[in-house]
């Protein structure tokens, strides 16, 4: 029974990480662009601070697992 549990939440996890979480690599980017940019221009970093807020925003009105897994 454990291992039968540990294979379908092991592929369950690596699944998640494959389809879900791709979402937020453009986030993850522009905020290390920001980041990195520690002597930049302050519009600059509130221009790339906006596009990260933006795409977090999208991502949270995307549907979530189990709709998704329902499809509804």
Known sequence: MAA???????RWLFNHIRNEDHGY???????IRMMSKESG???EKERLKTEVLQELELQRKKKGW???LLNR
């Open 41 to 43: 221009h302050a519009a």
């Open 25 to 31: 690599v453009d986030s993850a980017k522009v905020y």
């Open 4 to 10: 039968e549990l540990h294979g379908m939440l092991s």
């Open 66 to 68: 189990l709709a998704r």
